[in-house]
């Protein structure tokens, strides 16, 4: 066995893996991933069951230590330079850590989680088949609460096996697609016209319960109070102040504003990558595309171990060029080891 | 009770009154055996039950693309409430592929469902089918007594509500202990046990501002309601005690005590008593009293 310590860690970083099914009824919320393709992503990378429990991590920085032993890992989702002592690592690839070695991971640049899996994944005992955390309950396993500084995972000696790296589908750009509904009665044309047609921003005080939508007010017809029901990822509700809330893994299981309009589960992922301040816009789907979408979305997250490649069947890793560009490293090298850019400050 | 001739036109049931006993004969089976052929008397309730086939279908509402919100009732209403927790238990005896997790709330079931084994369509005409079947008759509720340290600083909106109400915080409780009520729904935070059957007189608007920090074990009214909070947290109802039952509590068997369709009694205890109780909770007691209905 192998340790991995966290050394440093912003905040809104969790275990998190698939989610907590099964309790909505007594109120308890799933929870999971915020971008469950990532975290499939980073899982499949080092051989561990698609969402099987992984380091969740928030838009700021984090480092970890292998201790005991080596440990692999691999990282998907948000981009961010991520270097161990000074030696790139590449986004979507496995890397291992050798006894004492830091993986050191900067701030997200464009997006806001980025997933760690760990060959062997995290171990704890599940509540309701899950580890995720969810802070309010106070579950999560190991630790029920956001990571800090000084927690430590017990995992899996590294097995040696060769790196990889996944071919993932372009990221998709354009509109976040919705359904209208369950409540969009509750609004008259016009507004459902205006929350079609403006462009939003998701607002600084976003957290994983709910992403706030900066935009014009979306108005009633009959006033914002309606009988509590149940809630979904991506439901879009509309309080009061006409200020909408995508709700996101940590919302509450029931809830009583009207609710406009629902994320399409392709796209829930992508919201949540959304970084605060970015301009987007929503685009109505039918029920048959969204359904349709949400299946290619289940068949490309089966489809993850196709595109496992060879590490260094790869000739050069433009990506990690330009990433190492952009955030001002100037790149001299690339690794004849492993073909990956390596970059000095 | 008022008959309503337009629904029951669209639909197979015949019902006669009879010296104010109800008969019901429908086009099914088991309810001819039940209550036609028989020729026994049925109750009131039962008659509800009966009557809910006949009742307009309720509406589906997508919630994405994979959940249905089924709405019975687009306010607060036993009748519907009753509907909602039938098709909950008809969908979970009906073993339909697909289906994932069931919510149930005041007035709508939310379904679950994975679109790759069912697509809305198909789940919708099921659905639809189950919700227009009769009502079985409802098994015996689970009664639970819940002790409740009323007022002071375990319920510190007490005072201001009897004096809104221009009574005496015993007035207060003395009505909310009288109470008969039925866990309608649990939400919004695990265990958080929604009440239906709060005294008309007790019914106030939610607090202008809701606090964003109420202890757990609150028991406050908001609306029409009452309820049980479990976990401390926010909100905007009238904090008139609490109690030392946990509705939620993790390592203990069951995790969760209440379930939607349970009947619910408080009786008040003094604040000595919920010390020594809260104490024997937290070590894993269930402390609320299960009794006969």
């Known amino acids: 066995m192998s340790r991995l310590v966290v050394a440093s860690i912003g905040p809104a970083s969790s275990v998190q893996d698939g989610g907590r099914l099964g309790a909505q009824r007594y109120g308890l919320t799933p929870s999971g991933a915020m971008d469950r393709l990532a975290l499939a992503a980073a899982n499949c990378l080092v051989g561990n069951e698609p969402f099987a429990a992984g380091v969740e991590i928030g838009p700021f920085g984090a480092s970890f230590t292998a201790r005991d032993g080596a440990v692999r890992v691999a990282l998907a989702g948000a981009p961010r330079n991520a270097d161990i002592a000074g030696r790139a690592v590449a986004l979507d690839t496995t890397v291992t850590l050798k006894d004492g070695e830091t993986l050191t991971l900067g701030f997200a640049r464009g997006g806001a989680f980025s997933y760690l899996a760990i060959e062997g994944a995290i171990r704890g005992e599940p509540v309701f088949g899950s580890l995720a955390v969810n802070a309010r309950a106070g579950l999560g396993s190991p630790y029920p609460r956001p990571l800090q500084a000084g927690d430590e995972f017990t995992v899996n000696a590294a097995s040696g096996a060769p790196e990889l790296r996944i071919e993932l589908p372009k990221p998709a750009e354009g509109p976040i697609r919705i359904v209208l509904g369950p409540q969009d009665d509750e609004f008259d044309e016009a507004n459902k016209a205006l929350f079609l047609a403006s462009e939003w921003k998701i607002s600084a005080t ?55 309009a629902t994320v399409i589960t392709a796209d829930v992922g ?24 949400a299946r290619k979305f289940a068949r490309l997250i089966r489809s993850l171990p196709d595109r496992l490649r060879s590490a260094d069947t790869v000739a050069l890793n433009i990506e990690a060029l330009h990433d190492a560009n952009v955030a001002g490293y100037a790149v001299n090298a690339v690794d004849a080891g492993t073909w990956q850019v390596s970059a000095e400050p | 009770m008022r008959c309503d001739n337009k629904a029951l036109s669209s639909t197979p049931a015949l019902i006669y009154w009879t010296c104010g006993r109800i008969y019901a ?32 279908p309720p509406r589906l509402l997508p919630s994405g693309d994979s959940a249905v919100t089924v709405e019975f009732s687009r306010t607060i209403d036993d009748d519907a409430n009753q509907r909602v927790l039938a098709l909950d238990k008809a969908l979970a005896d009906a073993g339909i592929d697909g289906i994932t997790e069931s919510v149930p709330t005041y007035r709508s079931l939310l379904v679950h469902y994975d679109p790759g084994r069912i697509g809305f369509d198909a789940l919708g005409e099921k659905l639809l089918a189950l919700a227009s079947q009769p ?27 009897a004096k809104a109400l221009n009574t005496t915080p015993d007035d207060i409780v003395a009505r909310h202990v009288a109470g008969d009520y039925r866990v309608a729904m649990i939400g919004f935070t695990p265990g958080w046990s929604y009440l239906s059957g709060l005294e ?32 401390a947290g926010p909100s905007g109802w ?26 619910v009694t408080f009786f008040a205890i003094d604040h000595k008593t919920f010390a020594e109780q809260d104490r024997a909770a937290e070590a894993g007691e269930l402390i609320a009293e299960q009794v006969a209905s």
Not at chain 1, 220 to 226: A, C, E, R, S, W
Not at chain 1, 270 to 293: H, I, N, W, Y
Request: glycine share 10%; proline share 7%.
């Open chain 1, 206 to 260: 976003s957290d994983r319960m709910g992403y706030r939508l900066e935009g014009p007010a979306i108005k009633h017809l009959h006033g914002h109070n309606i009988v509590s029901d149940g809630t979904v990822n991506g439901s879009i509700q509309v309080p009061g102040n006409g200020a909408p809330i995508a709700l996101m893994m940590d919302r509450g299981t029931s809830g009583g504003y009207p609710k406009i």
């Open chain 1, 270 to 293: 992508r919201l949540a990558q959304t970084s605060a301040g970015t301009a987007f816009r929503f685009k109505q789907v039918s029920m048959a595309e969204a359904q349709d979408e």
């Open chain 2, 25 to 56: 004969k429908q086009g099914d089976a088991e309810l001819k055996a039940e209550a036609a052929l028989s020729k026994k008397p049925i109750s009131t309730a039962r008659f509800r039950q009966l009557m809910a086939a006949t009742l307009p």
């Open chain 2, 135 to 161: 009502l079985p008759p409802s098994a015996k509720a689970r009664r639970w007594r819940i002790p409740v340290a009323y007022g002071g600083e375990h319920g510190v909106d007490l005072e201001d509500v």
């Open chain 2, 200 to 231: 008309t007189s007790l019914h106030m608007s939610r607090r202008q501002n809701p606090r964003l920090l109420t202890p757990a074990g609150t028991i406050s009214i908001g609306g029409i309601q009452t309820g049980i909070q479990c976990l």
């Open chain 2, 238 to 263: 009238h904090l008139l005690g609490r109690t030392p039952v946990r509705t939620y509590q993790l390592h203990r068997n069951p995790t969760f005590l209440t379930e939607p369709g349970d009947r």
